[in-house]
């Protein structure tokens, strides 16, 4: 982070005390309470504090509501994840003796695992996401990313390399 800076970070706490009440209010239009729209949009000047050599920016609202919004995805993102491990896990019979604490340590894998994948290459995500929620085969996901076969199968190994490390966390 470029918090040592301290031009960078007068400049990021003028942008704060100038949009945080605009940015927060419009992100409440997004999501289900105020106050997940202060943590998404206290997140949003973390990440611009957090980037290197950030001028003046012509327009700080634009970006903002950009950043703002990728944070709002990522946010429904985990939400549906949780909803539907939480459905997944009220059909099984095994639910009434699986604990609280089992319930949240999966959450936190599953999150885990989000945040992980999420840091993968754009093609190895492609291909994990095409071949696992997809239903695609490696020769149709080789050719729906223009990639060879060979690749479509290293991309996976990295992938569930990369899955597997996130369990053992």
Not at 1 to 15: F, K, Q, R, W
Not at 34 to 44: K, L, N, P
Not at 68 to 80: I, K, P, S
Not at 111 to 116: E, G, K, V
Request: glycine share 4%.
């Amino acid at each position: 982070m470029t918090g040592a800076d301290p031009t960078h970070s007068n400049y990021v706490s003028e942008l704060f005390a100038q949009h945080h009440g605009w940015l927060c209010l419009r992100i409440r239009r997004w999501v289900d309470s105020m106050q997940t729209a202060e943590d998404i949009a206290s997140d949003t000047f973390l990440q611009v504090l957090a980037a290197p050599n950030v001028v003046p920016i012509r327009d700080p609202r634009a970006l903002l509501t950009t950043i703002a919004q990728r944070l709002v995805y990522e946010h429904w993102r985990r939400r549906d994840q949780e909803r539907g491990y939480l459905q997944g896990v009220s059909q099984e019979a095994s639910v009434s003796s699986a604990s609280v604490e089992s319930h949240a340590a999966t959450l936190q894998i599953l999150d885990r695992l989000d945040r992980r994948l999420d840091r993968l290459p754009v093609k190895i995500k492609s291909t994990f996401v095409l071949s696992r929620r997809g239903g695609l085969t490696y020769p149709e996901i080789a050719a729906h990313l223009g990639i060879s076969q060979r690749s479509v199968s290293d991309y996976m190994d990295q992938a569930e390399t990369c899955c597997r490390r996130a369990c053992l966390e």
